[in-house]
């Protein structure tokens, strides 16, 4: 996966900004080094289900349907990873207690489904209603290897994006604390793996979806259309040409 990073280095000299795409995979951290060789360490702070709605959102912009729908079923699943441990943070059960519970069921979806609804019902003393929908389309796409038309995979990304809002909309009325409390202690997690690193940027993505940016989407098409818009504007070859321009009236300048 890739993102724009900035250059610390290069950031020193406001006469010389450099922004690059560099990648990242499932720990979050980016080890690069900028067009002008600086070395560059950064760590994407973006929670996980966004990144995976953000990694989905591409594919179905680019038309990998099976893509698109795997991505935003993973996403769904560690929004509710997510919203559990913030949820219990909000009755007061520590960092290490969830741990120590979510062990147990790391590699069950069905257990964590039901930890989040309990979880849930606890905060906010009412039931959260599911879409029954999303489990079957799910399990053809993943478990039978079903390639699903654009329609019905935009249809899908839908349904699970919805569901996913309305999960963020109960931290967000409940939980605003716990919210920020439980992203930070995850991305120090991420700062103390960099070992070595002294100087370490830090990059949020512009993703389709993000639970601490206001205001929230109205809809899934709106969001997916300026997301869109976005990646039209701020593509890796535009980048490159900005980049390029800069540094190169920067350097007339130095001339003159």
């Known amino acids: 996966m890739k993102t724009i990073v900035p250059c610390p280095t290069c950031g020193e000299s406001e006469d010389t900004p450099t922004l690059f795409f560099a ?65 219990l943070r909000r009755l007061g059960i520590s960092r290490d207690v969830y741990r120590a519970m979510f ?32 489990p079957k389309f799910r399990n053809n796409v993943i478990h039978k290897g079903k390639i699903p038309p654009p329609d019905e995979a935009l249809s ?3 349904s699970v994006f919805d569901e996913i809002r309305l999960v963020c909309e109960v931290l967000r009325a409940h939980c605003r604390e716990q919210i920020g409390a439980v992203i930070l202690e995850k991305n120090s997690d991420r700062v103390r793996d960099l070992k070595g690193s002294t100087r370490i ?25 300026k997301y869109r818009e976005w990646k039209q504007l701020f593509s890796e070859n535009s980048v490159s040409s900005l980049m390029y321009f800069l540094q190169k009236n920067h350097k007339k300048q130095e001339n003159s």
Do not use: W
Not at 36 to 51: D, M, S, W
């Open 103 to 134: 062990k147990d069921m790391s590699s069950q979806s069905e257990r964590q489904l039901g930890a989040f609804l309990t979880a849930h019902l606890a905060v906010t003393k009412t039931a959260f209603t599911l879409n029954q929908s999303i």
């Open 23 to 87: 990648d990242y995979y499932d720990d979050h951290t980016i080890r690069a080094q900028c067009p002008l060789g600086h070395p560059v360490v950064a760590i994407v702070q973006n929670p996980k289900f966004e990144t995976l709605l953000e990694t989905g959102s591409d594919s179905l912009v680019l038309g990998q349907t099976l893509q698109a729908s795997a991505a935003f079923s993973s996403a769904r699943e560690r929004a509710f990873e997510f919203a559990t441990q913030v949820l």
């Open 156 to 158: 899908f990304c839908s």
């Open 201 to 225: 940027a830090t990059v949020s993505l512009f993703s389709i979806y993000s639970i601490t940016s206001d205001p929230t989407p109205d809809s899934f098409e709106s969001a997916l259309e």
